[in-house]
């Protein structure tokens, strides 16, 4: 293989990361990962009902809980552990499964040939097998595993529908709390007041929240880093803020510093009942957030992430609440608000401005899980585990920025429905601790494997270790939770349940496609032989197959030719794959080979694009399909001396070769077009016909024989081009259980509602055959 064509240049390359850019980085994640850990103080405490809090020291026990929470899970699990768990930097469940399906063979969805694999097979590099653990000999555990990475993806959506809600409600109710107080000042009269306050209480928290929800959603697609500079202002602010506070009330209230002590937990658990166990669910809001450290990572960077957690973010939460926990203390029973962080902001003038900045704060706080259940769908997609949607990429420079439309409405309209359907912090905090606290769990289990099996191979121990130190204290907040099942948090199961069927049905659909496509796949010499049987004819013209597989020719077309059986002079066999950078060089996009003898006039094409480039939109993008493919068959004798290639052999090739001249028609407005290949033309017609080919002047290098076969592929083009679609359907076989049933039809009905596939977008509808096939499964 030329070394000009070294497939190098498009791999993904990992550069070391330079502290102002790790700066700006953390500057942005504040605004992002953060905003949802640092606005918890708005509800951990504000939920608990005080009437079963049984005295000050009990305060003490439960800060002592909140203080080892946040310094064992967010700062010792995720960002010291946890991070270092990336999938080529993407974060959340997804990408520990992903890593475990490719380091411990344990995914199921059937491995196809990559086209980075076909490029190292062309130089003769062999492919590494994977190290085979020993959960390979046991299906059912890759089906746990795979139902465990579902069940974290789903949790995570849910959590950015459950927070928005929660956190703006929480600072909705805060302001109509400020305006309450300010109610005295223009009425004297106590039954007015009442009056006022249960108007405030009727239209503010709620419809205000719901307004705040909506700009929100609108916001999203402005993109990670437009919102994160917008954003990280008001958190650093809010932090400050906070922070200032905690440490007022920690120089008036000093006691709670001993509470640091892990003996005060002990205590708590020595006397726990019932009442006071489901206390801990509100704990553990504490944490709420700390998920979005990992699942959020794609958007930013390992250092940027720890930085900002360890030197701003732990203290400042630490110091807050200190505070919120010392004063709660010494004021328990004054009011019935006094556990809220507003009661804590003792200066009249200073609360008022407080409850302005947690309404920005909540905003923030929202973002967090709203990014994250973006990543998360998109991690699902990219492994057939999501119906298709759209997903916009927001930036060149982070590959795990992303905007998913669909997903946006999809959260903006469940999130408002839960905030209307219940109206109450209490119960939107309950559904949103055991959403938070399964997370968790389920990314615990998924990190004990990765440390089994990728980074500590000969210390087990390490991965046992890991799992009953964390799993312990996240079992125990899980068991509080389950206390308030019938109290909101029933509606994360019933969610969760419907995501996971979702996400189970279109993976078991797409794995029996692929599996049916793989069977049923037939070769070249299989059309070939066929083909006087039949009376095949080869009519002129090219035809494009569109195909998932990249090896044999699918089985919807040989279920046409079959049918009817006729094919194209000349049928290039078309496939898409994506690669983790964000452009392909335009000399470095396609990978073409042949099939097949010469005189079959069979090609394979393989389009290579990054996910920011948008080869399918460009209006000549088959022009540049039959130029390279031109420049393959001239280029081919100096790389291959044989008349037959091994399929699979392939050369590397851009937009920029000259084995085919292009050239345009007589423009419409009767001016002349020159040579498209010549950046220095100036088209000045706006209306034109498509481009046509003509061969290079006669050349004494070039092959007599591959000069007939560049002109009988001239001459194909301009008998017409054709675009060949499989549209499956899946079917069941009689006898079949009922759950297959389910996914069967759960399936084709997502597939007929959901978007369709990239490629038959910009086909023109002349020009396009869909071929219908039914699979049986």
Known sequence: MDPSLSPVSIHYAIKKETWRRTVVLSFQSLGIVYGRLSTTPLYAFGSIDPSTIKSGEQIYELFSFVFWTLTTIPLLKYAFIVLKADDNGEGGTFALYSLLCRHANVGLLPSDVSATELMHQEEGTPTKMKVESRERRYKSSHYLLLLLALLGSCLIICDGIFTPALLVLSATSNLRRSLSQLAPRFTSSEKARQSVDKYLKKYIPVPVACAILICLFLLQRYGTNRIGVIFAPIVI?????????????????????????????????????????????????????????????????????????????????????????????????????????????????????????????????????????????????????????????????????????????????????????????????????????????????????????????????????????????????????????????WCVIVLSLIFMTIMVSWHYGTIKKYEFDIENKVTVDWLTDLSPGLGVSRVSGIGFIHSNIVTGIPAFFSHFITNLPAFHQVLILLSFKSLPVPYIPKNERYLIGRIGHKEYKIYRCIVRYGYRDHVRDVNDFEDQIISSVGEFIAREERHHEASVLQEGRMIILGTNGNALVPFVEQSESGQQVTDIENPTTTITSTRRKKNRFMLPASSPKMNPLVRKELQELVDARESGTAYFLGHSHLKVRKGTNFVKQFLVMAYAFLDRNCREPPIALDIPHAALLEVGMVYTI
């Open 237 to 489: 602010v809010w932090l400050m803020f906070i922070c200032g506070f905690g440490l007022y009330n920690i120089v008036h209230h000093p006691q709670i510093l001993w509470a640091i002590s892990p003996t005060y937990m002990f205590r708590f658990i020595k006397k726990i009942d019932v009442t006071s166990w489901k206390l801990l669910s509100s704990t553990a809001l504490c944490i709420a957030g700390s998920e979005a450290m990992f699942a959020d990572l794609g958007h930013f960077s390992k250092r940027s992430i720890k930085v900002t957690f360890v030197f701003l973010v732990y203290p400042a939460l630490v110091l807050c609440y200190a505070g919120q926990a010392a004063f709660f203390s010494k004021h328990l029973g004054t009011s019935d608000d006094d556990a809220h962080l507003s009661e804590s902001v003792t200066h009249r003038q200073l609360n008022h401005i407080f409850n302005i900045l947690s309404l920005f704060a909540s905003l923030v706080g929202s973002q967090a899980t709203i990014t994250a259940s973006f990543s998360i769908i998109n991690q699902c997609q990219a492994l057939a585990c999501f119906p298709r949607v759209k997903v916009i990429h927001t930036s060149e420079k982070v590959r795990g920025q992303v905007y998913v439309p669909d997903a946006n409405w999809m959260l903006m309209v469940l999130s408002l429905s839960i905030l209307i359907g219940f109206h109450d912090i209490s119960a939107i905090a309950n559904a949103t601790g055991l959403a938070v606290i399964c997370g968790m769990l389920v990314t615990t289990c998924l990190m004990s494997q990765i440390i089994a099996l990728q980074w500590e191979k000969t210390v087990a121990f390490l991965s046992v270790l890991f799992l009953l130190f964390f799993g312990s204290i996240e079992a125990l907040y899980l068991s509080s939770c389950f206390l308030n099942f019938t109290k909101g948090a």
